[in-house]
């Protein structure tokens, strides 16, 4: 079993920053790939960032100089810094990982719970 749980969404205004936070645990050989996506009410979910071993990363145009996203490798966490916030940020945001289990060493890829981040004055 591999978790994901994601922390940090919450409510701020237009112009307001956000850091989210998502950590890994469980039966983890390996994590090749972190990321995060995102789902707003009535549409699909897209990808906001991704972060691949060997420190290749990938931004959706919409939050290109505005987030920011990093890992910590050795806590297989992975954070989402989003500052001057706009109000079409408002989603339900998940973490993303593809995992390596150590019973079976294959990859698959894991979903966290979601968190929400509504950005409103």
């Known amino acids: 079993q591999v978790q994901l749980v994601e922390s940090g969404g919450g409510l701020v205004q237009p112009g307001g920053s956000l850091r989210l936070s998502c950590a890994a645990s469980?039966?983890?050989?390996?994590?090749?790939?972190m990321g995060w996506y995102r789902q707003a009410p009535g549409k699909q979910r897209e990808l906001v960032a991704s972060?691949?071993?060997?420190?290749?990363?990938n931004y959706a145009d919409s939050v290109k100089g505005r987030f920011t996203i990093s890992r910590d490798n050795a806590k297989n966490t992975v954070y989402l810094q989003m500052n001057s916030l706009k109000p079409e940020d408002t989603a339900v945001y998940y973490c993303?990982?593809?995992?390596?289990?150590?019973?079976?060493?294959?990859?698959?890829?894991?979903w966290g719970q979601g968190t929400q981040v509504t950005v409103s004055s």
């Open positions: 972060i691949i071993n060997g420190g290749s990363i």
């Open positions: 993303n990982a593809f995992v390596v289990t150590k019973t079976t060493r294959v990859g698959s890829g894991y």
């Open positions: 469980g039966n983890i050989f390996s994590i090749s790939a």
